[in-house]
C-alpha cells in the first residue's frame, strides 16, 4: 500500500490570533476554501459545534466537487487544527488533514497538510495523477485566498 503527504506553505502576513478562526469554523471556508467554487450549486450542511472540536461539515455536488464529511478532530488555539476529511464520491477515502500556524517575522507561517493512502481505485487513480500537483495546486489558491480573507477581516 503506498501513501502520500501533501503539504504547502505560506506567509501570511498577520498573527496566527487572526487566521485560526477563518480555518476552525467551516461555516468561514466559504471565503477562502479553493473548493467553493467548483460547484455553484454544491449542498452543504453544517453540524456539531459552531467551531473548533466536534464542528462538522458535509458536501454534496458535481461530479468535480464530489461528496464528503470534515470533521474537526483537535484545535490548540492559535497553533494548529486537525481535520479528518472523509470522501464519499468520487471514491471512498479518509485524509487526515491539518494546519499549523506558526508565528514568524514577516506574519504567521501556515502549513497546510493532508495525508492518504493510495488503495483500491485510488491506487489506480494516482497511477495517471500526481496527487502532490493536484491538491498542492489546490493548496495554494487556498492559502491565497485565506491571506485575501485575513485582510479583509482586518480592514
Given at each position: 500500500?503506498?501513501?502520500?503527504?501533501?503539504?504547502?506553505?505560506?506567509?501570511?502576513?498577520?498573527?496566527?490570533?487572526?487566521?485560526?478562526?477563518?480555518?476552525?469554523?467551516?461555516?468561514?471556508?466559504?471565503k477562502w476554501s479553493p473548493w467553493e467554487s467548483v460547484d455553484p450549486?454544491?449542498?452543504?450542511s453544517y453540524s456539531g459545534s459552531d467551531s473548533g472540536v466536534g464542528?462538522?461539515?458535509?458536501?454534496?455536488?458535481?461530479?468535480k466537487a464530489g461528496s464528503g464529511t470534515m470533521e474537526i478532530v483537535?484545535?490548540?488555539?492559535?497553533?494548529?487544527?486537525?481535520?479528518?476529511?472523509?470522501?464519499?464520491?468520487?471514491?471512498?477515502?479518509?485524509?487526515?488533514?491539518?494546519?499549523?500556524?506558526?508565528?514568524?517575522?514577516?506574519?504567521?507561517?501556515?502549513?497546510?497538510?493532508?495525508?492518504?493512502?493510495?488503495?483500491?481505485?485510488?491506487?489506480?487513480?494516482?497511477?495517471?495523477?500526481?496527487?502532490?500537483?493536484?491538491?498542492?495546486?489546490?493548496?495554494?489558491?487556498?492559502?491565497?485566498?485565506?491571506?485575501?480573507?485575513?485582510?479583509?477581516?482586518?480592514?
Amino acid at each position: 500500500m503506498s501513501t502520500y503527504e501533501v503539504t504547502r506553505n505560506a506567509v501570511i502576513p498577520a498573527p496566527p490570533e487572526a487566521i485560526f478562526p477563518l480555518v476552525n469554523s467551516f461555516h468561514e471556508w466559504t471565503k477562502w476554501s479553493p473548493w467553493e467554487s467548483v460547484d455553484p450549486a454544491m449542498q452543504r450542511s453544517y453540524s456539531g459545534s459552531d467551531s473548533g472540536v466536534g464542528a462538522k461539515y458535509a458536501w454534496s455536488g458535481n461530479r468535480k466537487a464530489g461528496s464528503g464529511t470534515m470533521e474537526i478532530v483537535e484545535a490548540t488555539e492559535p497553533d494548529s487544527i486537525k481535520i479528518r476529511l472523509e470522501f464519499a464520491k468520487p471514491f471512498k477515502a479518509v485524509n487526515p488533514t491539518s494546519f499549523t500556524f506558526t508565528p514568524s517575522d514577516s506574519g504567521t507561517q501556515v502549513t497546510w497538510t493532508m495525508t492518504g493512502e493510495n488503495k483500491g481505485v485510488g491506487k489506480l487513480f494516482a497511477l495517471f495523477m500526481n496527487m502532490d500537483k493536484m491538491v498542492g495546486t489546490d493548496f495554494e489558491k487556498g492559502l491565497a485566498a485565506l491571506a485575501g480573507a485575513v485582510k479583509q477581516r482586518r480592514a
